[in-house]
């Protein structure tokens, strides 16, 4: 079965750190850039992040820049999203898509896969 699961959501405190992994199963990530979106309630998807396939070009989005932090590790099949410095409105729900293709750069789609989300709360 070809899916993408995310995991690691959660409640944080402000300044507190979540790493989200997005896992593949049923085809490797070695030609996809995987791109992490958020939607946050009564708000449009925002990508946040994305690394390429080809050399690991990442791209942040300036909400997040200088907090997070995206890698892959191709062995595992997976891509973290490592996050920290959190703020209250960094809270959503987190999604990360596959963007197939072997380039240096990412985030243009179109997406092969998508997964279910996982649900980052960021509040004292």
């Known amino acids: 079965q070809v899916q993408l699961v995310e995991s690691g959501g959660g409640l944080v405190q402000p300044g507190g750190s979540l790493r989200l992994s997005c896992v593949a199963s049923?085809?490797?990530?070695?030609?996809?850039?995987i791109v992490w979106f958020r939607r946050a309630p009564g708000k449009n998807r925002e990508e946040v992040s994305c690394i390429s396939a080809s050399d690991d070009t990442t791209y942040y989005s300036d909400s997040v820049k200088g907090r997070f932090t995206i890698s892959r590790d191709n062995a595992k099949n997976t891509v973290y999203l490592q996050m920290d410095s959190l703020k209250p409105e960094d809270t959503a729900v987190y999604y990360c898509?596959?963007?197939?293709?072997?380039?240096?750069?990412?985030?243009?789609?179109?997406?092969?896969?998508w997964g279910q989300g996982t649900q980052v709360i960021v509040s004292s």
């Open positions: 898509a596959a963007e197939p293709g072997a380039r240096t750069w990412c985030g243009l789609g179109p997406y092969d896969y």
């Open positions: 049923g085809f490797t990530l070695d030609n996809y850039a």
